[in-house]
């Protein structure tokens, strides 16, 4: 595209408005509006690799318990964007975007959730004139909408764990292992309790056998 000079000037300003006049982090000072536009992109792409990026997906995981629907459509549409705006060069193995972003929202998802919004999309085409993340992120509201309890009192408001208003502490990913804290609690009552009854044992044996006066 070719833009006059003055609009040319007013986008440089106000990318560098956006930066807060930290430029230097795309490593130009450029007044071309293309060619920092560029610049940004390929350092957004070294920051924000594959390994990054998946990190972020795995991070969001939703339950019919979610509260804050207008949260999640931001959180969604922020991680969809980012998959659009690199996907073309950081991601050559998968087949398609539409695919990939498939894949990964419905990554987000618990499996009570999973099944019907997969069962939706199977049911509902989607329509050519609607752009497909936008398309997909609205059947998991609706669906999200459509599965809310009608009591929310009793829904616990954040997960203790990440502080996230999208599923509750019990389905959370980052909750601690309890079993095996169990087992390992359980572990050491019960060799603590057998040693206990040795050294009783051990202390009557001593009696018995110990000479009477």
């Known amino acids: 595209m070719e833009i006059d000079t003055r609009e040319n000037e007013i986008m440089c300003t106000i990318i560098k408005d956006g930066l807060n006049e930290r430029l230097d982090i795309t490593g130009t000072h ?4 293309f060619k920092i536009i560029n610049d940004l992109r390929i350092k957004y792409r070294i920051l924000h690799g594959r390994e990054v990026r998946f990190r972020a997906w795995e991070k969001v995981l939703v339950v019919t318990t979610c509260r804050d629907y207008k949260s999640l ?10 998959e659009k705006c690199i996907f073309s060069k950081c991601c050559h193995d998968c087949p398609t975007l539409r695919d990939y972003l ?7 998802l618990h499996g009570s959730l999973k099944n019907l919004v997969e069962q939706r999309l199977h049911n509902h085409p989607h329509d050519s004139h609607v ?22 009192d009793h829904i616990e408001k954040s997960c203790k764990h990440c502080k996230t208003v999208f599923h509750s ?15 390992s609690t359980n572990f050491t009552k019960y060799n603590h309790s057998r040693g206990a009854l040795n ?15």
């Open 131 to 152: 752009d497909y993340g936008e398309f997909l992120i609205n059947t998991v509201i609706e669906i999200s909408i459509d599965l809310s309890p009608i009591n929310s």
């Open 73 to 82: 459509m931001d959180k969604l549409q922020k991680l969809v964007l980012k």
């Open 102 to 108: 498939q894949e990964a929202i419905l990554g987000t």
């Open 30 to 33: 450029s007044t071309n509006i």
């Open 199 to 213: 050294n009783n044992a051990s202390n009557l044996v001593q009696k018995r056998e110990s000479p009477k006066n």
């Open 169 to 183: 502490s019990i389905n959370c990913r980052r909750k601690p292992n309890k079993e095996f804290r169990s087992i």
